[in-house]
């Protein structure tokens, strides 16, 4: 499969402050790419550079074989691109703007369909300004895809949603990847990266510092489980001690805390199991992406993550 | 999806189209800044009625419909406040509409957004322009039109000079208007900039005190400011005579100056 986007030792500092620090990655055609990281991490950096709205330092950037700065004007053609925190005028009606952006393109999509897709469609004589938070990212969201792009960079998409509106957000996405649009997506939520990638990169202080699927990331992390559980009747520690998968057994009250790696857990079942113990208020907790981050970062994604929508540029 | 994404990337997409879609581009534009003028209910009534109403009070007032007997033209003050209010409109919409629109479309990140399209941001700064110099055009031919139909006063007497004087106002005021939108920060500050600026600028134009009344200091100062310069111009021409070149010149130098300003200074984000 041929690389749709190939970024290769980008480089960019606003003065002293160094924004993105040698940062390489290839995004294959119909792929769903994730960039995570913090706010500040070089996020928003790496796909202004992208999209052609800033020149790097050093490094080369190549879009379906475009200079995103050289070929610009080829490039906006087949790029559609949503901002983070990019507005419209108040009074400009859903409509309007639709029937605008695609009247920019050489093979803009059918705007009516898409503000049908996106459930705008009852939406089209509402002015800007009174549209609520999803319907405005909705509207940025369609508004990225009205030109029919072969690659979609999309900055921050749920921020601000509401549960409800981000799974619907999500499912739309998978969506567009279906009818063939490669996807860049911008993101410090960890659950919207295991959801929707395929892959992911995650950035900080500018750097790289894992690319994998969100799986295999997490997986990365994973050398440990943790198995809580009330054991009935009361459990000698030496039945759980004694597996080789075991690390640890510790006890809290009535609570026994099993930490392990490989298949503790099937090993740890079992030997109830034989003992005739049922474990009660079972809970195995397994590392996620988020583990991941934190293990890798060395920081809490959610100390400067949820809700800072400034920071980053 | 278009079948252009197979043979990537060695053959990127983008045909070599016909540049139809970019004076479309243009065009949409200008018809969408000129719909979203027209929502703008407050710029419309200000930029608009409030000159025709300053007219129509200035007009029935009737002292100021009487020719001043000492007055060589036998013009009347109502005659002599015209085109002090053609300056008044012309900087109204250079100076308040124009850098509040562009600096709140920088702010929202309008600008940016179109950037990453293939329309660019410079089409909606060039469609804005567009849409107010119309509107000023169409205001200043209104302006004229009930002066002269429901008033009684003369139309210009020197026609191309004043012609050219409106012209060279244009580029002297709209120049500072792009040059306020190209230095502040956000639409608040290009309007509060913008009244900073208006004020003083329509003393020295006469709207408070004739200049031919102010003191000769005053009158030097006034001469020199870009409204001031425009006002003189165009009661000169107004009256029949060819507007003085160095004010002529004074205008064409302070758009050059403010347009190259605005151009070297401007931002996109």
Sequence with gaps: ?313 | MPSSAQTMPTAPVAPPGPPGPVGAALRRLTVTELKLFGRERGGVIWGVGFPLLLLVIFGNIPGFRTPVSKSAHGVSILDAYVPILIAFVLAMFALNALPAALAGYREKGILRRLATTPAGPGRVLAAQLAVNVAVVVVTLVLLVGVARLAFGVALPRQAAGFALAVLLTIGALFGLGLLIAAVVPTGRAANATGAILFFPMMFFAGLWLPIAAMPPVLQHVSHATPLGAAAQSLTDAWEGHWPHPLQLLALAAYGLVFILGAVRLFRWE
């Design chain 1, 1 to 313: 499969m041929p690389a749709v986007i190939e970024v290769r030792n980008l480089h960019k500092s606003y003065g002293d402050t160094v924004a993105v620090d040698d940062v390489s990655f290839t995004v294959q055609e119909g792929e769903i790419f994730g960039i995570l990281g913090p706010n500040g991490a070089g996020k928003t950096t790496t796909v202004e550079c992208i999209e052609g709205l800033r020149t790097a330092d050093a490094g080369a950037i190549s879009v379906l074989g475009l200079d995103p700065r050289r070929d610009h004007a080829d490039l906006t053609q087949c790029l559609g691109v949503q901002l983070q925190d990019s507005q419209l005028p108040e009074r400009l009606e859903v409509g309007e703007a639709l029937d605008l952006y695609s009247s920019f393109y050489r093979r803009p999509a059918d705007w009516k369909a898409l503000a049908d897709t996106l459930g705008l469609s009852g939406k089209r004589r509402t002015r800007y300004g009174k549209l609520s938070g999803g319907q405005k990212q909705r509207l940025s969201i369609a508004l990225a895809l009205v030109g029919s792009p072969q690659v979609a960079v999309l900055d921050e998409l749920t921020t601000g949603l509401d549960p409800q509106a981000r799974r619907d957000t999500w499912a739309l996405i998978e969506g567009v990847r279906a009818s063939g649009v490669t996807i860049l997506l911008v993101t410090h939520f960890m659950e919207e990266a295991e959801r929707l990638c395929d892959r992911v990169a995650l950035i900080d202080a500018g750097k790289i510092v894992a690319m994998d699927t969100p799986s295999a990331l997490a997986a990365g992390v994973a050398a440990e489980m943790r198995i809580r559980f009330r054991p009935s009747p009361r459990a000698d520690d030496e039945l759980l001690t004694g597996l080789p998968e075991v690390t640890s057994v510790t006890r809290r009250g009535d609570l026994v805390e099993v930490t392990g790696t490989g298949n503790v857990v099937a090993a740890v079942t079992s030997v109830l199991a034989r003992n005739q113990i049922v474990a009660e208020q079972l809970r195995v907790d397994q590392a996620s992406l988020e583990d991941a981050f934190v293990a890798l970062t060395g920081h809490d994604s959610h100390r400067d993550g949820n809700g800072a929508r400034e920071g980053e540029r």
